[in-house]
């Protein structure tokens, strides 16, 4: 139990375009999923925190209408990297916490983004 | 700003023997305590969560919780070469608003070498 999946695992992609990565808990609901990012040999990122039905809460210097999130359901939340740069190539891992047991979240495996 | 530190490491044991990880944390009112494993290039893995002071035992990994000094820390015992991993401390409160947002140590490197 407590699966999360990403799609896609990894994306290239040129400067200027725009990249979504969704987010989906597959065994349980998920009222809050994050979003992190995580630089090579460096600590996660917090970047927001997507609750279903409402909008994202980002955290201190995260650009919100560059990083748009949506978390329309309790088993979705997708996060669109608009107008990427090549300093927005990061890995970027999403989590979930399950709505009906305890604190604890559940990470997907990752999405690797490339922008040339 | 809330904070969790972790020491970097590499810290280095002989397999078989105990790993300690040690993780301190600044805010006083903290309620949820997570260690999760990091292997390169992967994701983050939830190992154990512990939310009252003492010692939690799942198989040879065992969280301890002291809140009075605001640490935790997670031993495993028998190493194992396969648990040679960056392992991250995440510390939860209750945020303004009501919602709980987790903060990440930077992760100490676990080498176990045969």
């Known amino acids: 139990g407590a699966v999360v999946s990403q799609h896609p695992s990894r994306v290239i992609c040129k400067s200027g375009t725009s990249v979504k990565i969704e987010c989906r808990s597959l065994?349980?609901?998920?009222?809050?999923m994050f979003w992190y990012r995580q630089f090579p040999k460096q600590s996660l990122m917090l970047m927001a925190t997507?609750?279903?039905?409402?909008?994202?809460?980002?955290e201190q210097g995260v650009e919100k209408d560059k990083f748009l999130i949506n978390h329309a359901s309790l088993t979705l939340s997708t996060l669109t990297v608009t107008s990427a740069h090549p300093e927005d190539s990061s890995f970027y891992i999403c989590?979930?916490?399950?709505?009906?047991?305890?604190?604890?979240?559940?990470f997907g495996p990752g999405t690797r983004l490339t922008v040339t | 700003q809330k904070e969790v530190e972790q020491n970097s490491g590499p810290l280095s044991v002989p397999e078989g023997a105990i790993a300690s990880l040690n993780c301190t944390y600044s805010?006083?009112?903290?309620?949820?305590f997570f260690w999760y494993r990091q292997y390169s290039g992967k994701s983050p893995e939830l190992i154990m969560s512990?939310?009252?002071?003492g010692d939690k035992e799942d198989g040879r990994f065992t969280a301890q919780l002291n809140k009075a000094s605001q640490y935790v820390s997670l031993l495993i015992r028998d190493s194992q070469p396969s648990d040679s991993a960056t392992y991250l401390c995440?510390?939860?409160?209750?945020?303004?608003?009501?919602?709980?947002?987790?903060?990440f140590g930077r992760g100490t490197s676990l080498i176990v070498h045969p």
């Open positions: 989590s979930a916490r399950n709505s009906g047991g305890s604190y604890e979240q559940y």
């Open positions: 065994d349980f609901q998920a009222t809050t």
């Open positions: 997507s609750n279903e039905g409402s909008k994202a809460t980002y």
């Open positions: 805010d006083r009112v903290s309620q949820s």
């Open positions: 512990i939310y009252s002071n």
């Open positions: 995440a510390v939860e409160g209750i945020e303004s608003g009501g919602s709980y947002i987790p903060t």
